[in-house]
């Protein structure tokens, strides 16, 4: 299995088997903490090989600086079936309506499979300069 995208993004959608990503970021700047984040999308496609079918699990970890949980990690099981001897895709897009950041730091979305971690990527939240 591989990883092919992992990303943050303003929005993300799938029409006719491809995967839509608009606005693709890793920092949020904020004037004051705590701050709110209205909405945003993480979106993920992941690609299986021949011999890598059957049920798989998904899930995405969003953690703070501290490494501790800022929200309820995602979970999806999904079968992936592979007809021929090409290789197959899943897609998935979580998208949400806002969440919470109280400090300013590196905060983390992790990517795990079957409960492997497969990709991290970083959302690095910082003071804005007012002005």
Not at 12 to 36: E, R, Y
Not at 46 to 67: N, Q, T
Not at 74 to 82: G, K, P, S
């Amino acid at each position: 299995m591989q990883t092919e995208i992992f990303t943050l993004c303003d929005a993300a959608t799938v029409a006719g088997g491809k995967l839509n990503i608009l606005g693709s970021f890793d920092t949020i700047g904020a004037h004051s903490f705590p701050c709110a984040h209205p909405l945003c999308a993480v979106a993920c496609k992941l690609r299986f090989d021949v011999g890598e079918e059957g049920r798989h699990s998904l899930e995405i970890h969003f953690c703070d600086p501290d490494m501790r949980p800022v929200l309820k990690p995602i979970r999806q099981d999904f079968e992936i079936r592979i007809p021929g001897p090409q290789s197959q895709t899943h897609i998935h897009i979580w998208q949400h309506l806002g969440f919470h950041l109280e400090r300013p730091g590196d905060y983390y979305f992790e990517l795990k499979v079957d409960g492997a971690p497969k990709s991290r990527i970083p959302l690095y939240v910082v003071q804005a300069q007012r002005g």
